[in-house]
Structures are given as structure tokens and as C-alpha cells.
């Protein structure tokens, strides 16, 4: 079965700190995606990591793909509070028809001021 | 704005009652999702539209149907809800490439539907 797992779940810092957050498979995947999800919207996509190795940077945020194409962290530079949100790691599934994703269960981050 | 736009936003119902939930994208995507999150499962597919014309059951299909109206519409359909489908339910679309590959998801904003 495959499974993607977050940790941490919860996370509450200062603003100006840094964070990482990360998941993990034990499943290889072709590709990882992140998300952000603020409260009473839905997700909204922040990159797709898709070469092990890879670093992607997205102004504070910085994303890694593992060597091995099995987990993803995502890392946060000086925290602020628009950072609050849940974090969702996703990949394609297996077998799956069209690109069909399957979510981890998410970190909640809060960033107080 | 462009992107993918659920309805109704909030729906209490009776054990019971049936509804639709109606989903509706702009962005000329080939393929959409019905998710629905709860708190400590995640988000869970519930079906998925490939293309126009055609459905697939996902993880959690059962007491749910749905319809691909046209390229743009995807609805949901309770046929007669029981408490267990209390949860926030989202849409979503996307373009694909080639199987295991897609340009990520766009999300509707949700429906929080409560059955009591």
C-alpha cells in the first residue's frame, strides 16, 4: 500500500524561525508535489519536485526530492505568519489511471507574530 | 477568476436526504476529482472523471455517484446520506501528460457538509 507520511503533525513557532518539514514513503515515486492549504479553502499547489536530488526554492521556501525518490522536505526560512497553514505532500499512485494523487495527512503549522 | 468552482459552500442534511454537489472548472482540464478530508484521514478519493465520457471509483465510492456532465461540469451525487458522510468535500481538475504525470491539481473551495 502506498503511503505518504508527515511529520511533524503539528508544528507552532515564533515568527523569524525556521522549519522543516518533511515526508516520507517507503514507496518510490515518480514525482512528489507540496501544497499549502489555508483554513476554509482548498489546497493550493506549490511545486512538483520530480528528479531525486532535486532543490527547488520558491522564495523562503526551499524543497527536496531524496535521492532515492522516496520522501520530500520542505524547509521555511524566517517564518512568518502567512506561512500558517497545512502542508500536503502528494504523489501519483500506482496503477493509478490519469495522474490520480494520493495525500499525506498533512503538517499544521502556526506561525504566531 | 479562473479555476474550479464548488457549490454549495455549506449544506446541513437529514440521515437520509439526498443532494448534489455541484463542481464546475474553466480551465479547459481533461480530468477531474472528487476528495473528500477528515480530520486525521486526509484527503481520499472518492471518484475521478479521466476525460469527458468516462468515471472511476476511488478509494471511498461507496454510498456516492457521479456524473460528468461535459468537459467542464462534475457532479456529486448523496443518494441518501448517513452521518459518515459528514466531511468537507473538494473538487479538483487537472491537466495530464502521460500516466503517473500531471501539472498538479486545482481545488475548488470546498463543500462542508454536516448529516445529522
Known amino acids: 500500500t502506498q503511503l505518504l507520511e508527515q511529520s511533524p503533525q503539528f508544528l507552532s513557532i515564533q515568527e523569524g524561525e525556521n522549519l522543516t518539514v518533511y515526508c516520507n514513503s517507503s514507496s518510490v515515486f515518480s514525482s512528489l508535489q507540496w501544497y499549502r492549504q489555508e483554513p476554509g479553502e482548498g489546497p493550493v499547489l506549490l511545486v512538483t519536485v520530480v528528479t531525486g536530488g532535486e532543490v527547488k526554492k520558491l522564495k523562503r521556501l526551499t524543497f527536496q526530492f531524496g535521492d532515492a525518490r522516496k520522501d520530500s522536505s520542505l524547509h521555511i526560512t524566517a517564518a512568518q505568519p502567512g506561512d500558517t497553514g497545512l502542508y500536503l505532500c502528494a504523489g501519483p499512485r500506482y496503477g493509478g489511471s490519469q495522474g490520480n494523487l494520493i495525500f499525506g495527512k498533512g503538517t499544521k503549522l502556526s506561525v504566531k507574530p | 477568476n479562473a479555476g474550479v468552482t464548488q457549490t454549495p459552500k455549506f449544506q446541513v442534511l437529514k440521515t437520509g436526504q439526498s443532494m448534489t454537489l455541484q463542481c464546475a472548472q474553466d480551465m479547459n482540464h481533461n480530468s477531474m476529482y472528487w476528495y473528500r478530508q477528515d480530520p486525521g484521514m486526509g484527503l481520499r478519493l472518492i471518484y475521478y472523471s479521466a476525460s469527458e465520457g468516462t468515471t472511476d471509483k476511488g478509494e471511498v465510492p461507496n454510498g456516492y455517484n457521479v456524473s460528468r456532465l461535459n468537459k467542464r461540469e462534475f457532479s456529486l451525487r448523496l443518494e441518501s446520506a448517513a452521518p459518515s458522510q459528514t466531511s468537507v468535500y473538494f473538487c479538483?481538475?487537472?491537466?495530464?501528460?502521460?500516466?503517473?504525470?500531471?501539472?498538479?491539481?486545482?481545488f475548488g473551495s470546498g463543500t462542508r457538509l454536516t448529516v445529522v
Open positions: 479538483a481538475s487537472s491537466e495530464v501528460v502521460i500516466q503517473g504525470w500531471n501539472y498538479g491539481y486545482t
